[in-house]
């Protein structure tokens, strides 16, 4: 296992997507030198720094310092932190800022935040003059290994999250891991679950390795890089088999088929249920259903909510304050979910740790079923 | 030349993009039949038709009863009729009535209309679910030779004029030369005024075919579906060769620098300036320009703007009710304008009728300079 130390040069994964390619930089340092290598990569671009009230009031002045140092026209767009920012009114907000600062198709929206910011200022930078330059700058855990890798961008609507959006990906990622200590330990762990999430995909070796090391993943390091980057890297390598997901780029939905259903069922109240935790008790949920399909042991179900239940996640619908309604409830967030087809119910189901695939057509009568013993579980 | 006539199969015009290729079709009794072109085309699809109050009062129901024949599920989305519809809160209510009407990414959305319609159903069919499918059923002259060809879609804002958008290759236009019969003369003009840019643009021999034969193309019958295809052609082939508009896809803004800043002048107020005649101005501007400039013979700007007369489009300034304000109104609208690259102002000027070419970088001061004598015409 070679792990880059924290204070290495920073390691890159590249996005293979023919004139779209790009790299993700993930090491610590990476915010103070933005504006060097922006100006370097992007001569004579003003930038958009489009960020949150946390975020920007805790990293956007070292950002800025970097870019003012490098002589580079910027702007900073500030929205309310949280997922209600992912709606039609704030992008129209940050649309207006951006035109107002006057820039044009070939300057930088640039998203400095967690995957709301990211989703929602990538979709901007999508839309404004028909697309403009776009560089990631993700400051969750959740930003670095998910969102801000694939170039999915989008809000939400009062019928479901992420139902308008662009594929549209970034000229330039750049993951400063140092930004994570800054991150709650709730929402640090919320990102974890996407971490893990690669490891169950198909990935079994890394699986095993963060039980052994999650520890340093969460004290950062050369372990937080190392699992950082095996993480980018298998998102890059789905991303650039199946862009636009017509094909397997739905193996990265294990558990959020379930996850996005419980955050519908939550009134996507943060306070409740935070995305990367709906995704943990998803995940739980899809082994345990493939487990009750007889697709996988039940013991490799036990196994991967053993580890995370280590680490502080959640792995069961009791675990969320409130409750989450009846079934009924749950099957239609089920049904209003985009990764349904034409009437059918996809999900990603599992035949053991790292044997994740694709299963389409899965009766919602079965569903149903497991979402019942579920809720009699609270 | 070769003609079809009104009542031959509709002349198919392909768009060549790569796996983004469609076909155009241009002809009598497209909106009855359409049903069955998707049915045959698109089976299983369901079917959004967005329409303006006054085109789905005429058009929709031949449209709906082809559909219902064919077994296809349709929801109609009405929007008000104007310019005004491109905005944010149209965008947003379509958008909802899309994912209302539980339309999934491979269903259809149909723009029924002239550009308004066209260009911002386009946009909500380019980000809902990040894409859903895309037919154009073009039911303006000017959307039939010009808006519903070349995959841009957009709404406004209060910067200025589709400052927000997609590009957005429609799967199919159907473009029914029957529709235009319930079209106003004024509208149907406006739309001519794109239909002589192509002749403008680099086609001097269709320049002089339009001199002896508007008569026809304006009453409909075997000149007005030839004068169509040709534009659609001309249109398809600058598309093919530079879709994103980095390159002379900026040809087709011939009239529209100095057209814009007149619709922004006067408000975007239709009843003082519709789209095309802006357009109509600013060609016979762009050709009065290029010969202040010594780039042309006054002769040619002379005759374009008799041929755009005779039809009864406006040429100056002095045609538009209510003025346009002063010189720095206009010098400002013009900066604002999308088309401005990094500071400097590009214009497509002209060498002679068919002889146009994209000038980057023109001074300023002769824009002012050519704007004050327009001024001082009125
Ligand atoms: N585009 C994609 O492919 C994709 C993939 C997965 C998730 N998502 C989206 O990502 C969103 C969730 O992302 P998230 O979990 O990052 O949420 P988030 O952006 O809301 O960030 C979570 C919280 O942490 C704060 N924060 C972020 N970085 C911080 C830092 N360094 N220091 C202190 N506070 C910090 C934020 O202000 C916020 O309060 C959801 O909207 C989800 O739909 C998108
Ligand atoms: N996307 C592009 O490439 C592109 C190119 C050029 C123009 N445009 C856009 O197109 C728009 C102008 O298009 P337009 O001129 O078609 O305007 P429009 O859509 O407003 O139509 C003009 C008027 O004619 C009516 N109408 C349309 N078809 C009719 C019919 N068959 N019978 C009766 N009435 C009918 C409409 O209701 C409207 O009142 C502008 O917004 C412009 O920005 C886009």
Redesign the interface.
Known sequence: MTAATADDAPTQVPVILGDRSYDILIGTGLIESAGETIAARYP?RAVAVVTDAHVGAIHAEALEAGLAGAGIRHQRITVPPGEATKR?AM??QV??EI??ARM???DIVLALGGGVVGDLAG?AA??????MGFIQMPTSLLAQVDSSVGG?T?IN????KN?????YQPGLVLADTDALDTLSTREFRAGYAEVAKYGLIDDPAFFGWLEQNWRGVFQGGRDRVHAIAVSCRAKAAVVARDE?ETGDRALLNLGHTFGHALESATGYDGSRLVHGEGVAIGMAQAFRFSAKLGLCAADDAARMAAHLTTVGLPTELAHIPGGVGDVDRLMTAIGQD?K???GALTFILARGIGQSFIARDVDPVAVRAFLTEELARI
Chains 1, 2 share one sequence.
């Open positions: 004579g039609f992008l129209e649309v207006d035109l107002a044009e198709r070939g979709f999508a839309i404004v003059r028909r697309g999915k989008g609507t009062r019928h479901g139902l308008v959006g662009a594929f636009t985009k349904v087809s034409r």
